[in-house]
């Protein structure tokens, strides 16, 4: 990779929102390095390339201590400095907790929670010492209430919410920004993956991940703080999620998180 353009590197990009990020940065003239544990990976690649733009996939995965090691050091070869960095690899599990598998709960805490500070750790430090560099990471509407029937999930997004900001404030007198982007439901394969596609939430209105990719770029090249994104109805729930009582947003939660009855 040639380093004559800045260099954006984008977790969980080979679907979904990660993807639609990765194609803003190659839009805007980054080259980028894109990860995810899945070979579509590859094919990621070649959807997001752009004439003159240099992409280049990288299979890891992140759960892994080996992994996150394996990503810094491929994304920064030959010494080319991260220019933005979007931690966006997650997952999540419907269920009430006391019926999901612990397994399921450590996936997501180990991608969630310990990849990202873990990578966080890696490149902050850089972009400190360079004085200049941008991190997004992909937070959710979630982080905003208690999850019932996602009860891990959502602790994980709050996790990242506040990781995010507080990471702002320390870097505040620094040329380094920090950005949460918090999606709403969007039409990627959470749902299906989490195997929630039966539930209210599953089976609602959802959001374009690339209107939802777009202006978490633009918050991130804009120094904002955070961004609910992408509809109004995302925005909406944001400021519901900041005046209700946590007590109500969890029975709220669990409403939209439960199994409806099948369709005929």
Not at 90 to 105: C, K, N, P, S
Request: cysteine-free; aromatic content about 4%; glycine content about 8%.
């Amino acid at each position: 990779m040639t380093d004559t353009r800045p260099l954006a590197l984008v977790t969980g990009a080979s679907s979904g929102i990660g993807l639609e990020l990765a194609k803003q940065f190659a839009e805007r003239d980054y080259d980028v390095v894109i990860a995810a544990e899945d070979t579509a990976i590859e094919i990621a690649a070649d959807i997001v390339r752009r004439p003159g733009v240099q992409v280049r996939a990288v299979q890891v995965d992140l759960r892994t201590y080996e992994g996150v090691r394996q990503l810094y050091s491929a994304a920064t070869e030959g010494e080319r400095p991260l220019d933005v960095v979007a931690l966006n690899a997650g997952v999540g599990r419907g269920g009430a907790f006391a019926d999901t598998d612990l397994d399921d709960e450590f996936a997501i805490i180990d991608l969630n929670v310990r990849s990202t500070v873990h990578l966080a750790k890696l490149v902050l430090g850089d972009m400190v010492r360079r004085d200049t560099g941008g991190l997004l990471f992909t937070s959710s509407i979630a982080s905003l209430m208690p999850g019932a029937r996602q009860a891990v999930y959502n602790a994980s997004k709050s996790f990242v919410q506040s990781f995010a900001e507080a990471l702002r404030e320390e870097v505040r007198d620094t040329g380094v920004t920090v950005t949460a982007l918090m999606p709403g439901p969007t039409d990627t394969d959470f749902f299906r993956r989490a195997k929630m596609l039966g539930t209210a939430i599953g089976r609602g209105p959802k959001d374009d991940p690339a209107d939802v990719a777009r202006q978490g770029v633009d918050a991130l090249l804009s120094d904002k703080q955070k961004v609910a994104a992408a509809s109004m109805r995302t925005k909406a729930m944001a400021t519901v999620g900041h005046i209700l009582p946590d007590s109500v947003k969890a029975v709220a939660n669990r409403v939209m998180s439960t199994p409806l009855p099948h369709r005929n």
